[in-house]
């Protein structure tokens, strides 16, 4: 059973709790901080004790992080115990979760959006206002996912050097400083 050292377990607890804003449970995002800082991989019954939490919690948890596609099940050579490990690869892993949050979110949003226009514009009863918002929404939704689709299929090292260009980019669209966007 892996001993926290202070940082680690300051990590975790924080990494826990900024989980539960994001709508993730606790436990869950303890788990994937451990793994995530950890070496090697951990077999669950070390998670628990680790960790302090159940061990059926710790299962489902892992579960969990495993439908979302940022932990996985690993065999060690001598160890008959299933063992989990977190990507490690600081960009893969907000990848995977950007695109879950995108199945899980936005999608189901962009349908919704669609089948609201739909009926709007069969609806006589619909007032204008109404068809107008739904339909900036559902603009905004399909740029920014067509952005992300096309960014997501970017090396990390292109993503990398745009990400850092910063202000640069609006400087190089000639978008001036955004004073006028905050009148």
């Not at 892992?62 to 001598?78: F, P, Y």
Request: net charge neutral.
């Amino acid at each position: 059973m892996p001993t926290l050292t202070p940082v680690q377990q300051k990590f975790v607890l924080h990494w826990g709790e900024m989980g539960t804003r994001w709508g993730i449970n606790r436990t869950v995002a303890q788990i994937h901080a451990l793994l995530y800082i950890t070496p090697k991989p951990l077999p669950a019954e070390d998670i628990s004790e680790t960790l302090q939490v159940a061990r059926s919690n710790v299962s489902n948890s892992l579960k969990e992080l495993q439908a979302w596609g940022i932990v996985r099940r690993v065999h060690v050579m001598g160890d008959t115990r299933d063992q989990f490990e977190s990507l490690k690869d600081v960009w893969e892993l907000f990848r995977v979760v950007l695109d879950e949050r995108k199945k899980r979110e936005i999608d189901p949003t962009l349908t919704v959006l669609r089948d609201c226009l739909i009926e709007a514009e069969q609806d006589a009863g619909t007032d204008q206002h109404t068809e107008q918002k739904l339909r900036e929404l559902h603009d905004f939704f399909e740029v920014t996912t067509h952005w992300y689709d096309q960014v997501r299929q970017w090396p990390t090292s292109a993503l990398t050097k745009f990400l850092k260009l910063g202000d640069k980019v609006r400087k190089l669209l000639s978008l001036g400083d955004g004073a006028e966007r905050r009148k």
